[in-house]
């Protein structure tokens, strides 16, 4: 054999590295919020939730005109009644990366004028 020790390490080596870069891929996906049509009077978050699938650490994107709404990450008592006064969060950059690290359903709402009430509000469920 021409080469045993060294071989082995390299290939370990290789070996770590692929499953490094699939664990990464697997862990990381970034959801754009509502899908093309963003964060939005107008759009359906219950069915754009439905439809789709949200794994702990993936980044929730919300694209949106800061002028014009923000997000805010609150209790499902607040989401229910949309009250605004009381966020776990808050953002306001009109292009939020909202992470949630562990499994669960989590609520997300618009704290801008009627904009709850009126549909701008989102539950993801988080999990495997
Ligand atoms: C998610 O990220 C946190 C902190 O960055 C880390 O401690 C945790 O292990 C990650 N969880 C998963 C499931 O990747
Ligand atoms: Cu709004």
Partial sequence: MACQGRCNAVRTVAVLLCVMVLAEAAA?????????KGWNLGVNYQTWASSTKVRPNDSLFFKYDPRLHNVMVVSKADYDSC????PWSKH???????????????????????????GMKVAVTVRW
Avoid: E, Q
Avoid at 83 to 86: A, L, P, Q, R, V
């Fill in 28 to 36: 990381a996906a970034v959801v754009n919020v509502g899908g093309t």
């Fill in 83 to 86: 009250k605004t006064t009381s």
């Fill in 92 to 118: 306001t950059s009109g292009k939020d990366s909202i992470k949630f690290t562990k499994s669960g359903t989590y609520y997300l709402i618009c704290g801008i004028g009627t904009h709850c009430k009126a």
